[in-house]
Each structure stands twice: as structure tokens, then as C-alpha cells.
């Protein structure tokens, strides 16, 4: 199992692509921990998280991976 720095800066974006496959016009929502934007995207509603990525250190995290990175037994817990 990797190590996951739950405590490094991320930003959660919102996807406003009009349905398009090609071009993407991403708004920034809000900024905090990894931990943090990955509790707030797992309570969204289901339909909000599929316009949603995370940007972190590491790259851009699609709701896929949040949703599997939210599953972890080593995610912190409130």
C-alpha cells in the first residue's frame, strides 16, 4: 500500500465543459488539505462528483481515483 500524504495542498476544480469531449474550462471551487477536498467530493451528490477533479501534488485525481482513495483504510476519518 502507498503512503499517502493526506495533509499535502490541493485544489478542487469543477469541470464546465458543456458536454464536451475535447475542451475543458475548469473553475476552482476551493483549496485545502488532500484529505480535506476528497471528504468534501464524497459528500457531494453523485451527479456534482462527475464534474469534479482534485489537483494535489501528484497530478490531477479524477473522481474514480477520489472515490477509491476515499475507500483507503488509512483515510483519515473526521
Same mark, same amino acid.
Given at each position: *500500500? ?15 465543459d458543456?458536454g464536451? @469531449?475535447?475542451?475543458y474550462?475548469f473553475?476552482?471551487l476551493?483549496?485545502? #488539505? ?7 467530493? *464524497? ?5 456534482d462528483?462527475q ?5 494535489s501534488l501528484?497530478? #490531477?485525481?479524477?473522481?474514480? @481515483? ?5 475507500a483507503?483504510? @488509512?483515510?483519515?476519518?473526521?
Open positions: *500500500m502507498n503512503d499517502i500524504n493526506w495533509d499535502a495542498p490541493a485544489r478542487l476544480h469543477e469541470r464546465n458543456g464536451s @469531449d475535447m475542451f474550462d473553475k476552482t476551493r483549496s485545502g #488539505s488532500l484529505a480535506e477536498l476528497i471528504a468534501h467530493v *464524497m459528500a457531494l451528490p453523485a451527479e462528483r464534474r469534479v477533479v482534485i489537483d501528484s497530478g #490531477s485525481i479524477n473522481i474514480r @481515483d477520489i472515490t477509491a482513495l476515499a483507503r483504510p @488509512d483515510f483519515p476519518a473526521d
